[in-house]
């Protein structure tokens, strides 16, 4: 006899708390030994910061198990272990920085904000009844999502050659992480309801099925909103993920290969164009194909950025199991260490073996996600579910690629790892509605699954045309 529901939803949430607790042991156990390595004793702030991580952590599990009781038991795992691993690192790189540069710790910071995070995952955990309720307002979030894409433009002053933040009193707030999710949103909606046109009415060229010209105007638009935003904010990784998501969402709907084609090469020509004119986006491509270049004293004199090259120093001397916790120098890269390099600190203290394992932890929280849209029968639900793993794919992609000299550099903050309130807080909101989507992916798989109590009377009618047989 086959298991019941009520069975499977407690087998699955019993795994999800032991996977979260180990989790969260991880990462205290990274900052002890970190500790122990760099000041021969345990930092006198890991107690408070377990405290809080264990509170957070227990209080989103009690969450989805009130709230969403047959959600993926991983989901949560993964990005609990995922940030106890971003505040370790920053909490091992804070007394290097302040000895070489004098730096505040961040640590505290990134805790603070991991707490918001959390409350902000139980929020919406708690009230967001169903995903489809998102697609009612898609419109109206776009539209606010591009306010908010196009407001760092308005203020004054770049941070680091960018301009993607709006200075507030106190802090900065990075709005394209926020966008991301509501321009999936968006997408999910627009393509459930015109997925018909984009599919079926077009032309072969070459034995490529390519769009109909009045159905490329979307395409059109994202590209030249992409090219916008990298032109007047300088942000090449915002525009990469944006223009991303969009071309891999609409193949996911139309199954037509010609809109990845047509997509590429939208985005290699525009590429082309503004990294050949855009003095800051040219200056990372010749950056990315000539990292030593910045060691000649010539280089060195007009202030060339140096961190491309201190980067591959880092993962070279990291080796395969690396320098041990606490043994390296990763605050050599200078101010990016802490956020979008913060990838070298893996290579350099926990080696290959590390950077393989973190890698392997978001492609398992991708699979995840990619498996929840196979399982879901809604489209909107199956196309948001895709774009969600393919923003978090695409954002790793470019700052794991940056970093390690696969692609240009981008200025994006890896996920759950870097410091940053924005990106902390975004990416744990897109785990939320992940677990929200699972939920509904698992009500529908084992709803399926387990037999239904059958009636005396459909008993006796199936049992008649075996009998008249």
Same mark, same amino acid.
């Given at each position: 006899?086959?298991?019941?529901?009520?069975?499977?939803?407690?087998?699955?949430?019993?795994?999800?708390? +032991?996977?979260?607790?180990?989790?969260?042991?991880?990462?205290?156990?990274?900052?002890?030994?970190?500790?122990?390595?760099?000041?021969?004793? #345990?930092?006198?702030?890991?107690?408070?910061?377990?405290?809080?991580?264990?509170?957070?952590?227990?209080?989103?599990?009690?969450?989805?198990?009130?709230?969403?009781?047959?959600?993926?038991?991983?989901?949560?795992?993964?990005?609990?272990?995922?940030?106890?691993?971003?505040?370790?690192?920053?909490?091992?790189?804070?007394?290097?920085?302040?000895?070489?540069?004098?730096?505040?710790?961040?640590?505290? &910071?990134?805790?603070?904000?991991?707490?918001?995070?959390?409350?902000?995952?139980?929020?919406?955990?708690?009230?967001?009844?169903?995903?489809?309720?998102?697609?009612?307002?898609?419109?109206?979030?776009?539209?606010?999502?591009?306010?908010?894409?196009?407001?760092?433009?308005?203020?004054?002053?770049?941070?680091?050659?960018?301009?993607?933040?709006?200075?507030?009193?106190?802090?900065?707030?990075?709005?394209?992480?926020?966008?991301?999710?509501?321009?999936?949103?968006?997408?999910?909606?627009?393509?459930?309801? &015109?997925?018909?046109?984009?599919?079926?009415?077009?032309?072969? #060229?070459?034995?490529?099925?390519?769009?109909?010209?009045? &159905?490329?105007?979307?395409?059109?638009?994202?590209?030249?909103?992409?090219?916008?935003?990298?032109?007047?904010?300088?942000?090449?990784?915002?525009?990469?993920?944006?223009?991303?998501?969009?071309?891999?969402?609409?193949?996911?709907?139309?199954?037509?290969?010609?809109?990845?084609?047509?997509?590429?090469?939208?985005?290699?020509? *525009?590429?082309?164009?503004?990294?050949?004119?855009?003095?800051?986006?040219? *200056?990372?491509?010749?950056?990315?194909?000539?990292?030593?270049? +910045?060691?000649?004293?010539? &280089?060195?004199?007009?202030?060339?950025?140096?961190?491309?090259?201190?980067?591959?120093?880092?993962?070279?001397?990291?080796?395969?199991?690396?320098?041990?916790?606490?043994?390296?120098?990763?605050?050599?890269?200078?101010?990016?260490?802490?956020?979008?390099?913060?990838?070298?600190?893996?290579?350099?203290?926990?080696?290959?073996?590390?950077?393989?394992?973190?890698?392997?932890?978001?492609?398992?929280?991708?699979?995840?996600? #990619?498996?929840?849209?196979?399982?879901?029968?809604?489209?909107? *639900?199956?196309?948001?579910?895709?774009?969600?793993?393919?923003?978090?794919?695409?954002?790793?992609?470019?700052?794991?690629?940056?970093?390690?000299?696969?692609?240009?550099?981008?200025?994006?903050?890896?996920?759950?790892?870097?410091?940053?309130?924005?990106?902390?807080?975004?990416?744990?909101?897109?785990? +939320?509605?992940?677990?929200?989507?699972?939920?509904?992916?698992?009500?529908?798989?084992?709803?399926?699954?387990?037999?239904?109590?059958?009636?005396?009377?459909?008993?006796?009618?199936?049992?008649?045309?075996?009998?008249?047989?």
């Amino acid at each position: 006899m086959g298991e019941t529901t009520p069975g499977i939803v407690t087998r699955r949430r019993n795994t999800e708390l +032991a996977l979260t607790v180990l989790a969260v042991l991880l990462g205290v156990a990274g900052s002890a030994t970190a500790g122990l390595a760099l000041d021969g004793r #345990v930092p006198a702030r890991l107690p408070t910061a377990a405290a809080v991580l264990g509170a957070l952590a227990l209080a989103a599990h009690l969450a989805v198990r009130r709230f969403a009781r047959y959600a993926d038991p991983l989901i949560l795992p993964l990005a609990v272990v995922l940030s106890a691993l971003g505040v370790m690192l920053i909490a091992r790189l804070d007394p290097s920085y302040a000895m070489a540069y004098g730096s505040p710790p961040k640590a505290p &910071n990134q805790v603070m904000w991991l707490a918001v995070a959390g409350v902000g995952f139980i929020a919406v955990v708690a009230l967001l009844r169903h995903h489809r309720l998102l697609q009612r307002y898609s419109y109206v979030t776009m539209a606010g999502a591009l306010v908010l894409l196009m407001a760092p433009a308005f203020f004054p002053g770049d941070v680091y050659g960018a301009k993607r933040w709006i200075r507030l009193p106190g802090m900065t707030v990075e709005p394209d992480e926020f966008v991301k999710l509501a321009i999936t949103v968006f997408f999910a909606a627009y393509l459930m309801a &015109n997925r018909d046109a984009l599919a079926l009415v077009g032309r072969r #060229v070459w034995g490529l099925s390519l769009p109909r010209g009045r &159905n490329l105007g979307p395409v059109l638009a994202i590209w030249a909103v992409s090219l916008l935003v990298l032109v007047f904010e300088r942000d090449l990784g915002t525009s990469l993920i944006f223009f991303g998501i969009f071309v891999i969402m609409l193949y996911v709907a139309t199954e037509r290969t010609g809109w990845v084609v047509f997509g590429l090469l939208m985005a290699a020509g *525009g590429a082309v164009v503004v990294g050949s004119l855009e003095p800051h986006v040219h *200056g990372r491509v010749v950056a990315w194909l000539h990292p030593m270049a +910045a060691l000649l004293p010539q &280089n060195q004199a007009r202030g060339m950025s140096q961190q491309a090259a201190q980067a591959l120093f880092s993962f070279g001397s990291g080796g395969v199991l690396g320098t041990g916790l606490g043994h390296g120098h990763p605050w050599l890269i200078g101010f990016a260490g802490q956020s979008d390099f913060i990838l070298t600190t893996v290579g350099e203290e926990l080696g290959l073996a590390g950077v393989t394992a973190v890698l392997m932890l978001y492609v398992l929280l991708v699979e995840r996600a #990619v498996r929840t849209a196979l399982v879901l029968t809604d489209p909107f *639900g199956k196309l948001l579910a895709a774009g969600l793993a393919t923003s978090l794919a695409l954002q790793v992609f470019v700052v794991a690629g940056g970093v390690t000299g696969l692609i240009p550099l981008t200025g994006k903050a890896l996920p759950f790892l870097a410091a940053g309130g924005s990106s902390m807080v975004s990416n744990w909101l897109l785990v +939320a509605i992940l677990v929200k989507l699972s939920d509904a992916a698992g009500r529908t798989r084992y709803a399926d699954a387990v037999p239904r109590p059958v009636s005396a009377a459909e008993a006796l009618t199936a049992a008649v045309p075996r009998v008249v047989g």
